[in-house]
């Protein structure tokens, strides 16, 4: 090193904004972040040498062009990075509310890539060339496949129970069991929901048991809807008793009252024939007498965040009607995402392939068995001595309300500090745990029984290669 290299540098050495704007050095970040965000980060970083010089803590390298380049380059994209990024969710719930839910099928895709680029006839009627609705462009496919008259959509599933109480039921009486007064995570609660629609909800029945005389009782002059709503993430067990749809649909039919079902995640087709839990059917709603019947389109549906509301003509033209339903439309994306996973539908036997969600659920437990044995060494080649990992045995669920209580095979790669159960060992797993959020694509996990458990059921074969060069980096 050169004698000059050692000396102490001065603010008075420091060079000047422009000169090293003008440097081969800074071209690159001017091409990519342009002048105004690169002259900011210059002016802070020469601040900042600014600062270290009058400290006599500034050595002659940190000067050179290429370092006040390197530094400005770092920090522009560092700022610039987006802040919704993609993760690896290897927590075992398929449908994870914090983590997206629902992945879009390939066709979804490709409609989504068109709308965002290309005008559409999102509410124009190219038949007339007169104004369009744009519930038509999927109405007609959402009737097709549930039954019902007709159909409406929503900004999501809270938003359609929102607009269908605040439209039918606006200062007038609510009946719901209180075994069905749920809260879904996210602050929505069905008493809530009902005081800022305007309606009064009138509670039925004890936690555990509601009988149809409790419906029956609870009739009235102001009675708007009687209101059936699934229980989503929780279950009631043992000594209980609740009514189904088509028996509250028999006490209310003869006082013209409607029935309304919160059916939460809600499927289109019978799931048992994937070996899955049943859940119940929209269809078998509409069959069971339900005059409407709302639920979500990112959940086990399958396609983007929506709420359907599906149902009897002459009450869907009410609910259409409301100045609520301009405030809580969807945009064209979504309609342009939901068309084409509807339209999956119509052909059940190719929809565990083409509908991830189904896809995801319906992976075999061998399949996944043989992924963890892959990636096992990998992991543990690059966690060294501190760590054993195990492809092993787990069980992964649904999420987002569906079958709360079933729980699906699964497999995927278990952790622990090495020695187990020693005093540090939970903070060893935290910070494991930290560096795999810390990765660029981050990986998601989940700590239980002194283990980090990562279920490789939402790994798919196409994402494998990407986990393993991650995996790599976690050693340094
Ligand atoms: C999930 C759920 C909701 C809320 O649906 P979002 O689409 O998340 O708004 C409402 N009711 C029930 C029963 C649910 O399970």
């Known amino acids: 090193m050169a004698e000059d290299d050692l000396a102490p540098v001065s603010a008075a050495d420091l060079p000047s904004l422009d000169r090293l704007l003008g440097m081969p050095d800074f071209q690159a970040a001017l091409a990519d972040y342009g002048r105004t965000q690169v002259t900011a980060a210059l002016r802070a970083d020469l601040d900042a040498c600014r600062g270290e010089a009058l400290a006599g803590n500034l050595s002659r390298e940190t000067l050179a062009p290429e370092a006040f380049a390197a530094r400005v380059t770092r920090t522009l994209a560092a700022r610039n990075r987006a802040t919704l990024r993609p993760v690896f969710n290897l927590t075992g719930t398929v449908l994870h509310t914090n983590l997206g839910r629902a992945l879009?099928?390939?066709?979804?895709?490709?409609?989504?890539?068109?709308?965002?680029?290309?005008?559409?006839?999102?509410?124009?009627?190219?038949?007339?060339?007169?104004?369009?609705?744009?519930?038509?462009?999927?109405?007609?496919?959402?009737?097709?496949?549930?039954?019902?008259?007709?159909?409406?959509?929503?900004?999501?599933?809270?938003?359609?129970?929102?607009?269908?109480?605040?439209?039918?039921?606006?200062?007038?009486?609510?009946?719901?069991?209180?075994?069905?007064?749920?809260?879904?995570?996210?602050?929505?609660?069905?008493?809530?929901?009902?005081?800022?629609?305007?309606?009064?909800?009138v509670e039925i029945g004890t936690t555990n048991r509601t009988h149809a005389a409790d419906y029956r009782n609870a009739i009235g002059e102001k009675t708007a809807l009687l209101m059936k709503v699934h229980c989503s993430n929780y279950e009631v067990t043992g000594f209980t008793k609740s009514v189904d749809v088509s028996?509250?649909?028999?006490?209310?039919?003869?006082?013209?009252?409607?029935?309304?079902?919160?059916?939460?995640?809600?499927?289109?087709?019978?799931?048992?024939?994937?070996?899955?839990?049943?859940e119940t059917t929209v269809q078998e709603t509409i069959a069971a007498g339900a005059d409407l019947v709302t639920f979500s389109g990112d959940k086990l549906l399958g396609g983007p965040q929506a709420g359907m509301i599906v149902g009897r003509k002459d009450l869907i033209a009410k609910i259409k009607k409301h100045p609520l339903k301009r405030a809580l439309r969807v945009g064209k994306l979504t309609l342009a995402a939901l068309e084409p996973v509807l339209r999956l539908y119509?052909?059940?036997?190719?929809?565990?392939?083409?509908?991830?969600?189904?896809?995801?659920?319906?992976?075999?437990?061998?399949?996944?068995?043989?992924?963890?044995?892959?990636?096992?060494?990998?992991?543990?080649?690059?966690?060294?001595?501190?760590?054993?990992?195990?492809a092993a045995p787990m069980v992964s669920q649904i999420g987002s309300g569906a079958l709360p209580v079933e729980q699906l095979p699964s497999y995927g790669l278990a952790i622990a500090p090495a020695g187990g159960g020693k005093r540090g060992s939970g903070r060893a797993l935290a910070k494991l745990e930290a560096a795999l959020r810390g990765l660029p694509y981050p990986v998601i996990g989940r700590i239980s029984d002194q283990t980090l458990w990562l279920d490789l059921r939402c790994l798919e074969a196409s994402d494998e290669a990407c986990l393993t060069l991650q995996f790599a980096e976690l050693r340094a």
């Open 104 to 201: 879009l099928p390939e066709a979804a895709v490709d409609a989504v890539m068109q709308a965002l680029t290309s005008p559409a006839n999102l509410e124009f009627d190219l038949a007339t060339g007169g104004r369009g609705d744009r519930d038509d462009l999927i109405a007609p496919l959402l009737c097709e496949l549930t039954g019902g008259e007709a159909a409406t959509v929503v900004n999501n599933n809270a938003a359609a129970v929102l607009l269908m109480l605040a439209t039918l039921a606006k200062r007038r009486e609510v009946v719901v069991s209180r075994g069905e007064l749920v809260e879904i995570g996210g602050a929505f609660r069905i008493p809530d929901i009902m005081t800022h629609a305007g309606a009064k909800l």
């Open 247 to 278: 028996e509250v649909a028999a006490i209310a039919k003869p006082h013209g009252i409607p029935v309304a079902v919160d059916l939460g995640s809600g499927t289109l087709t019978p799931l048992e024939r994937w070996g899955l839990p049943h």
């Open 346 to 390: 119509r052909d059940p036997e190719h929809l565990p392939e083409r509908l991830t969600t189904l896809r995801l659920l319906t992976r075999t437990r061998a399949e996944m068995a043989a992924q963890a044995e892959r990636l096992a060494p990998v992991l543990a080649q690059s966690l060294g001595e501190a760590y054993t990992v195990t």
